[in-house]
């Protein structure tokens, strides 16, 4: 793999790590509910789920799941039921604006196996994945090597999104004045965790 293809693969992964989705909600909501250490362990949750996609595309059952109907539907229907039920959670969640309290509501093991069964549970990534490495794979050199490097670069640009995400969610955070606010807040990110569900819930497969 020359330096070009890889910094292709990085702008690629890197506009695609920027694209809203379950991780981006989850890491916001929980970075707004919790702050910064809660999304820490909530990003690192999700780093697990990508890294086992990533395992499982590398030893071929990416191509498996993308080519079953049954096993794509039944983990999109777990996915989506997950998110709706995440999405609950948040919508009734309470309006106290004192982080410090929140987070020790829902200890941070809680909030990183969430964010684990966030990407594991989303059927869409391990299929894309499984499509999107091979375009980058160089057939007549050392794939495994190539599947290391593509999947290191996976996980270490979707950290630093997912910090910049968290970040904005503390920032945000500051701003909010009254109880009242953060209760919307917190419903508008569960009606967002909803709505991914829906989405997830009426995606085909390419």
Known sequence: MTLDWWLTYLLTTFILSLSPGSGAI???STGISHGYRGAMASIAGLQVGLSLHIVLVGIGLGAVLSQSLLAFEL???FGAAYLVWLGIQQWRAAGALDLHTLAGTMPR????????LVNLTNPKSIVFLAAL???FIV???PQAEQYVILGVTTV???IFVMIGYATLA???ANWLKTPRQMRLLNRIFGSLFILVAGLLATARKA
């Open 26 to 28: 989850n890491t916001m």
């Open 75 to 77: 983990l999109k229907w």
């Open 109 to 116: 093991r809680r909030l990183f196996r969430r964010a684990v």
């Open 133 to 135: 490495f091979p375009q």
């Open 139 to 141: 057939p007549n050199q």
């Open 156 to 158: 270490v640009v979707d």
């Open 170 to 172: 503390t920032r945000i």
